[in-house]
C-alpha cells in the first residue's frame, strides 16, 4: 500500500543548529515528492518538490531535500534554523488519479 | 493579491445548522480540492474538481456536497452540521493533476460545531 512515513512527530532545535526532517515513502513507481511547511493559522505552502534528475533539491527558506530511492526517504534539511522556522512540516507523495498521499507531519519547535 | 481566498475564516455554529464554505483561486487553475484537517493535523482529500468536474470523491458523508460554479470557484456545502465535522478545511488549486504540480492552499477555515 502506498504510505508516507513522518517518523517524528515533534523535533526541538536550538535556533542557529542544523535541521533534519524524515520522510519514508512506500510508493510502487517513481514518486513525486513534496515538501509543505504549515504556520500557525495558515495554509499549507509548498517548500520544495522532486520529480526527476538531480537527487538534492533546492527550496526556499534555505530548505533543501534529498531523495534517496535506496532507502525510500525524501529528508528535509537546513543548515541553520531560524525562529521564523517553527511550524509544521508536511512530507507527501504525489500518486498518480490527482492524489496526494500525505504524511502525519513533524512539529518543529525552536529553542531560543 | 490572495491566491488561493476561501471565507469565512472561522465558523461557529450548533449541531443541525447548514453551513457553506466558499473557495477561490485566481491562478488560472484547472483543479481544485477540499481537503479536511483534524485536530491531529491529519490531512485528508474530500474533493477534487477539475474544470467543473468531480474527479475525487473520497469517503465523507453525503451530508459534504461541492459545488463549482466555475473553474475558479469550488465551495462547500455542509448539511445537518455534527460536532465530529469540527475541524480545519483547506482550499486548494493545482494546475492540473497532483502528480505533477504542486498545491497552492487557502489559509483554511476553523469549524466549530457545538
Known amino acids: 500500500a502506498q504510505s508516507v512515513t513522518q517518523p517524528d512527530i515533534h523535533i526541538t532545535v536550538s535556533e542557529g543548529a542544523s535541521l533534519e526532517l524524515r520522510c519514508n515513502y512506500s510508493?510502487?513507481?517513481?514518486?513525486?515528492l513534496f515538501w509543505y511547511v504549515q504556520s500557525p493559522g495558515q495554509g499549507l505552502q509548498l517548500l520544495l518538490k522532486?520529480?526527476?534528475?538531480d537527487t538534492l533539491v533546492q527550496g526556499i527558506k534555505g530548505f533543501e531535500a534529498e531523495f534517496k530511492r535506496s532507502q525510500s526517504s525524501f529528508n528535509l534539511r537546513k543548515p541553520s534554523v531560524h525562529w521564523s522556522d517553527a511550524a509544521e512540516y508536511f512530507c507527501?507523495?504525489?500518486?498518480?488519479?490527482?492524489?496526494?498521499?500525505w504524511g502525519a507531519g513533524t512539529k518543529l519547535i525552536i529553542k531560543p | 493579491d490572495t491566491a488561493v481566498s476561501q471565507t469565512p475564516k472561522y465558523l461557529v455554529t450548533q449541531m443541525g445548522n447548514d453551513k457553506s464554505i466558499k473557495c477561490e483561486q485566481n491562478?488560472?487553475?484547472?483543479?481544485m480540492y477540499w481537503y479536511k484537517q483534524d485536530s491531529k493535523k491529519f490531512l485528508k482529500i474530500m474533493f477534487s474538481y477539475n474544470n467543473k468536474e468531480l474527479i475525487i470523491n473520497e469517503t465523507v458523508p453525503n451530508r459534504f456536497s461541492p459545488k463549482s460554479p466555475d473553474k475558479a470557484h469550488l465551495n462547500l456545502h455542509i448539511n445537518s452540521l455534527e460536532l465530529g465535522d469540527s475541524a480545519v478545511y483547506f482550499c486548494?488549486?493545482?494546475?492540473?493533476?497532483?502528480?505533477?504540480?504542486?498545491?497552492?492552499f487557502g489559509n483554511g477555515t476553523r469549524l466549530t460545531v457545538t
Open positions: 522532486y520529480f526527476s534528475g
Open positions: 507527501a507523495v504525489g500518486a498518480v488519479n490527482y492524489q496526494l498521499i
Open positions: 510508493y510502487g513507481a517513481t514518486p513525486y
Open positions: 486548494a488549486s493545482s494546475p492540473q493533476g497532483i502528480d505533477n504540480s504542486p498545491l497552492h
Open positions: 491562478l488560472g487553475h484547472d483543479t
